[in-house]
């Protein structure tokens, strides 16, 4: 197996190179894969169906048979362990965790996305405009797109689809439910947040037009949560905030419930990329486990900074990231 071929193989569900492979099998100077890699080693090597064919190929979680399934686990268990103890931790400080976009039961993945108001809608959103683009006339298009596309990669087998709270089929509904975007302009963000009994909600405030702020419910007290700008007339945003929220689907148990949210678009793309960027995800998903454990229901309320117009990934182990946080305990 060469590493042309290895990374050719894990490039099915995210991009590899060669190059990157060989620097985790240098003798001189290795450096540590990430957890999701090791957990793809895992798969691949779990089944010799992976090299029966002149291009490897990488099965998904839920194309594994049972015994290809206990294979996968004792590898990976073996994998982690043997790559903490290669970066310095003792088995007691080795944890794992499930990352949080990879939904190994296979159900299928429904987004369902607000629509711009029809005054925000720019030319190629009208449907009879010959150039009409329907991603036009989503809000958040952003975040659909980074999003989509991870949990592609991380789900190959899955059905993975979005739709708009206009167009969505009762049926989606009960499956793994991803909603983007505020409490506004998608109508069933609203409804589920309600069926979820979240500890926070979104109101309307006068003296901010462009969005709506979080307020949440601690020790009796009620607390809000506003956008930052840098100058006087709140024309250019220097800080939003974001809700990344994991809940249990209210319309089935046995599905997830997750909320991508912000006072603005810059906040829900934020709280996307917060587990989507290569470089921070794997330390947020750290915070994750290490915070909230296996509960099935938690929320952080984040800051995402904004820096020339772009919007940064929040780190939620910096300081004053997370700006509330809670679990099903604590709701």
Request: hydrophobic share 35%; net charge negative.
């Amino acid at each position: 197996m060469t590493q042309k071929k290895l990374a050719d193989a894990f490039s099915s569900e995210e991009s590899l190179s060669p190059a990157t492979v060989s620097s985790w099998e240098s003798l001189n100077s290795p450096k540590l894969p990430p957890e999701y890699r090791i957990h793809a080693y895992a798969r691949f090597f779990a089944t010799p169906r992976s090299t029966l064919s002149k291009q490897p190929k990488l099965f998904a979680l839920a194309e594994l048979d049972q015994d290809e399934k206990k294979t996968y686990e004792r590898l990976d268990a073996e994998l982690l362990r043997l790559r903490n103890a290669a970066g310095g931790d003792s088995p007691e400080e080795a944890q794992t965790f499930n990352r949080s976009w990879n939904f190994q039961d296979g159900g299928r993945v429904t987004f369902v996305c607000a629509v711009l108001p029809d005054d925000m809608i720019g030319p190629f959103g009208n449907r009879e405009n010959p150039n009409y683009t329907e991603l036009q006339t989503y809000a958040d298009a952003d975040a659909l797109i980074e999003l989509f596309g991870h949990i592609r990669a991380e789900n190959p087998a899955a059905t993975v689809h979005f739709k708009t709270p206009d167009d969505v089929e009762p049926d989606e509904l009960t499956g793994h439910v991803i909603l983007l975007g505020g409490v506004v302009w998608n109508e069933i963000t609203g409804r589920l947040f309600e069926m979820a009994n979240l500890p926070i909600s979104q109101v309307k405030d006068p003296p901010l037009e462009s969005g709506e702020i979080f307020v949440a419910s601690a020790d009796g007290k009620k607390r809000q949560f506003w956008p930052k700008w840098t100058d006087e007339s709140k024309k250019v945003l220097m800080e939003d905030v974001g809700l990344l929220v994991r809940v249990p689907n209210p319309l089935n148990a046995n599905r997830t419930l997750t909320i991508c949210n912000g006072i603005h678009s810059r906040g829900v793309y934020g709280a996307v990329r917060s587990l989507t960027d290569a470089e921070l995800r794997d330390g947020n998903e750290r915070y994750i486990f290490e915070n909230f454990g296996d509960t099935e229901s938690f929320g952080i309320l984040m800051s995402v900074q904004v820096i020339k117009n772009q919007t940064m990934t929040p780190d939620f182990n910096s300081r004053d990231v997370v700006l509330y946080k809670w679990t099903q305990d604590a709701a």
